[in-house]
């Protein structure tokens, strides 16, 4: 079951909450959309077969697809719920490729910025920059590389292994001999799939987790760097910085602000929302 609500609406653009209760394994009949859109993955995972190939995406994996893609989905983990952007190519002044990206911690936070400012009320301002560096920050990160089956297996694997928090994913060799690969080809086929290391990948699926504990109110940064299995706090601070630019008692107050701002109810144009939702599912 598919469910679209509109946060905000404009002409040149659409922001909707996406969520899909469902849990088949094949995949659906195929369909084509006519807009361009920036799909990003909130809460669980889904695939996605396109122009010939699929992806399992997830929150460190988006989509942009383009008008005329012929689309299949498959939900074999259950539900999820995504933010979908769907924009005019003249709001960034160039056109962009339809192609899976990799959403590194920035533009985690960037979309989390735009949710928090569809809350405000000031869509044709504050919405509207926060759509604009969600866009192009997603637009400018590296494709994903498409290998053969066999290596987009064991990447997934991984993947799935690093998010679910297994416990073997706390180490590289633990890891790959979880896969049943060499350390070296883990290392090697996965920076070459998803144009970071694994290092770096831990580190910003991590760094997503201490971004939702802030955003909760943990009391202790230690205790949350405990948690998510960094050595002690400087570590946590070391890397939330390196991945979004700011200090955690910085992020807090980022957050913080944006949370207090979101309160207010946003209202489109009549009729707007109502157009705009036909249009909104993926």
């Known amino acids: 079951m598919l469910s679209a609500s509109i946060l905000a ?5 659409t922001v909707a909450t996406v969520g899909c ?7 659906s009949e195929p369909e084509t959309r006519d807009d361009h859109r920036l799909v990003l993955v909130r809460r669980g995972r889904f695939r996605r077969w396109a122009d010939g190939t699929d992806a399992d995406l997830d929150p460190t994996l988006a989509y942009l697809g383009a008008p005329g893609e012929e689309e299949r989905f498959a939900h074999p983990s259950g539900g999820d719920v995504c933010t979908s952007v769907s924009f005019r190519p003249s709001l960034l002044g160039r056109p962009l490729p339809a192609t899976t990206v990799y959403v590194d911690a920035r533009v985690d936070l960037a979309h989390r910025r735009l949710v928090s400012a569809a809350g405000t009320g000031d869509i044709d301002y504050a919405l509207t920059e926060e759509l604009l560096r969600l866009v192009a920050a997603a637009a400018g990160g590296p494709p994903v590389v498409r290998p053969g089956p066999a290596d987009r297996a064991l990447v997934a694997a991984a993947r799935e292994a690093i998010t679910e928090e297994a416990s073997e994913a706390g180490g590289l060799c633990a890891l790959a001999a979880l896969l049943e690969v060499s350390p070296y080809r883990l290392s090697r086929v996965f920076s070459q799939q998803m144009g970071v290391s694994l290092t770096r990948y831990r580190n910003r699926v991590r760094v ?3 971004m939702d504990g802030i955003t909760e109110g943990a009391p202790s940064l ?13 570590h946590l601070t070391r890397t939330i910085r390196e991945h979004v630019g700011h200090t955690p008692t910085a992020l807090r107050r980022l957050l913080a602000s944006e949370e207090s701002e979101a309160r207010s109810p946003v209202r489109c144009p009549s009729g707007t929302a109502v157009d705009a939702a036909r ?3 993926r």
């Open 208 to 210: 997503t987790r201490a």
């Open 9 to 13: 609406a404009r002409p040149e653009f």
């Open 222 to 234: 230690a205790d949350l760097a405990a948690q998510l299995g960094f050595a002690d706090q400087a």
């Open 279 to 281: 249009t909104s599912a």
């Open 21 to 27: 209760r469902s849990d088949h394994v094949r995949w």
